[in-house]
């Protein structure tokens, strides 16, 4: 008899302030400077957190696509407990989840840190941040399309299985590359997923697969229009159908005081 169960933990805000400076052109590049123009720059240098607080201020002006304060904790709390050696995410953007998580993986005996990011731009001023905060030795960024360089973590050998990964990506990639490691034998009995922005902006196809949200606002998440949800351009890169013998279930809670969802899901398929 084979048991499997998957833990995946859904994290997603409700619409956050609104900032006057929302889609300003060059806001990454201006935070390259501001952090780097900052006259303390060696007190900042090795020091995660730091680089962390520089990125918070700065978003008091800008805004910039982070996975912040409360659900990070939530993510933080779970490497504290499964103490990963090796964790993946997949959307590194600025490098703020990869210094975070990076430095959390690390403080727990982990051996590294894959952060994948398709923007070689995003991709190149995340590098210089996690290389300030110290963590240049143990958080490598991938450039590429997710299921690519995933597809080619495990066909290297360098990744066999998922212990702990971030999605916060490009939504309509998140049930792709999620078939692609079941499809590879990357989910196994205590992998866990965190997912970000699947109830709010919402990720549709990710949470009714398997019916992992069952019985939680599946019926006000499908309302929203997604015939145009995986444009032909960004079809996958590889055909797969995943593994149909993992199934998703979950209990959703509200963490008192913060505006997110959060979903766990427990999976478990026996086969006689």
């Known amino acids: 008899m084979l048991q499997k169960h998957i833990i995946c933990y859904i994290l997603s805000s409700q619409p956050g302030p609104v900032y006057t400076r929302l889609h300003e052109a060059g806001r990454e590049t201006k935070l390259f400077h501001f952090v780097y123009g900052q006259p303390d720059l060696d007190e900042i240098r090795g020091r995660p957190q730091k680089v962390l607080d520089l990125r918070n201020k700065f978003e008091e002006e800008y805004y910039m696509m982070t996975v912040g304060a409360p659900k990070g904790r939530m993510v933080t709390d779970r490497i504290d407990e499964i103490k990963p050696k090796r964790m993946i995410e997949l959307g590194c953007y600025m490098g703020y989840s ?12 982990g051996e590294r840190y894959l952060s994948l990011e398709l923007n070689p731009e995003w991709a190149a001023v995340a590098h210089m941040l996690i290389e300030l905060a110290g963590l240049r030795d143990f958080v490598r960024v991938i450039v590429g399309r997710s299921d690519v360089s995933l597809d080619r973590l495990y066909r290297s050998g ?3 299985k998922i212990e702990l990964m971030f999605l916060d990506h490009y939504e309509p990639a998140y049930l792709t590359d999620l078939k692609l490691c079941e499809h590879h034998g990357m989910i196994v009995p205590g992998s866990v997923l965190a997912a970000d922005n699947v109830l709010y902006p919402g990720n549709p196809p990710y949470l009714e697969y398997g019916g992992p949200m069952q019985g939680h606002n599946v019926e ?11 444009p032909e351009s960004d079809t996958p890169a590889f055909k797969v159908i995943g593994n149909p013998n993992i199934v998703y279930q979950s209990v959703l809670r509200q963490p008192e005081g913060e505006r997110d969802e959060v979903t766990r899901c427990v999976g478990w398929q026996e086969q006689v």
Do not use: H, P, T
């Open 158 to 160: 360098e990744v066999s």
């Open 220 to 230: 006000r998440i499908s309302e929203r229009q997604v015939k145009s949800y995986m």
């Open 98 to 109: 990869a210094i975070l998580f990076g430095d959390a993986v690390r403080r727990n005996g």
